[in-house]
């Protein structure tokens, strides 16, 4: 009877260790802390972040000195890696998958997912996202998170972000367009740009140079170096769209005979922008021919798209551009005079 006792009594302790056990275990969720954890609480040390599709596109960007580049090659877009930064910070599991529509969930982004590798210092990436599809109410995005050395987790989450209602998946394209800059001339500090030409095509009279000296104020010649009477003021304003000008879209759309022809016809216009240190950057500018209905007040129809136009910058890159910011960049130089 007392040996019955001793063991009851041994069982009895034993499951209330147990208990405790489990109880400072919990975490009061039924999610698995180590599989969902998909936040990047200190965004400030990622320092690369590679992104690669199902269909074999992939972009690089790395933090360097000088700015996130792309692909290493060109200068990526600021603020969509800031959207991808903030994403990292405050993303969160909105709710699990049901058991139901896992096997659905993991089927589809088998098929469409992207792989987000983020990477905080070292060759190996701290955290990896395969980001799916959206919910069908768009209020969420199917994830995946798979930590190096650990594993990938086997069931999808839905996962939202913090003072955000949408999907996430359009924050991590695989196009090197949504990602490069857009950035034409740069030069918040004007002191960092010498010179500036501007030459009108076939009209030399029109055509101009402003000398941008470290001190005093600009000055305006012909392109061969005679000095100009000038507006202060208004050559000064004529700086201003350099401080920062970006092209609107990249023409990728343009059939080959029709880019060379466009190519191989002298440009209605060049700008070159040259800086205190570094190389010069040019831009040549074409007229759009307008492809508009005219006015409703039968005013006469314009030759040339009154919003746009097109330009190479980079040497190679087929661009559009605003007219309003490209007509104060490009005015003649009468339009300078006192």
């Known amino acids: 009877m007392n040996r019955r006792l001793y063991l009851l009594v041994l069982v009895l302790a034993l499951l209330a260790a147990a208990a405790w056990w489990l109880k400072t275990r919990s975490t009061g969720s039924t999610l698995d802390p180590a ?43 600021q603020p969509e890696v800031s959207t991808a930064l903030k994403t990292f910070r405050r993303i969160e599991v ?18 469409h997912s992207t792989k987000v590798e983020i990477y905080t210092g070292g060759r190996v990436p701290e955290k990896i996202w395969i980001v799916g599809h959206a919910t069908k109410d768009h209020f969420g995005t199917y994830m ?27 924050r991590f394209p ?9 950035a034409v001339f740069n030069y918040p500090d004007l002191h960092e740009l010498a010179e500036v030409e501007v030459r009108h095509q076939g009209r030399d009279a029109a055509s101009y140079r402003i000398i941008n000296p470290g ?38 759309d343009m059939a080959p005979a029709r880019r060379d022809s466009l190519l191989s016809a002298p440009p209605n216009f060049i700008v070159t922008a040259k800086p205190r240190q570094g190389s010069a950057q040019a831009m040549k500018l074409w007229l759009m021919p307008y492809t508009g209905d005219g006015s409703a007040f039968d005013a006469a129809v314009p030759l040339h798209e009154p919003l746009r136009m097109w330009a190479l910058v980079e040497d190679t890159l087929l661009v559009t551009v605003q007219r309003q910011f490209v007509d104060q960049m490009t005015q003649p130089a ?5």
């Open 215 to 252: 001190d005093g104020v600009p000055k305006l010649s012909t392109l061969d170096g005679t000095p100009m009477a000038m507006d202060t003021v208004l050559v000064m304003a004529a700086l201003m769209p350099f401080k920062e000008f970006n092209y609107e879209d990249i023409v990728r």
């Open 334 to 338: 009468a339009a300078l005079r006192p």
């Open 35 to 77: 599989l969902s954890d998909f936040a990047i609480a200190d965004t400030a040390r990622v320092n690369r972040i590679h992104i690669a599709d199902r269909t074999g596109k992939q972009i690089d960007l790395v933090r360097t000195g000088e700015g996130w580049m792309l692909n290493g090659v060109f200068k990526a877009r």
């Open 174 to 182: 695989t196009d090197p367009d949504k990602w490069r800059s857009p």
């Open 144 to 170: 995946v998170l798979e930590l190096p050395g650990q594993g990938r987790s086997s069931a999808p989450f839905v996962m939202g972000m913090q003072g955000f209602t949408g999907i996430l998946n359009t």
């Open 94 to 111: 909105k709710s699990p998958v049901p058991k139901s529509a896992e096997a659905m969930a993991l089927r589809t982004m088998a098929a």
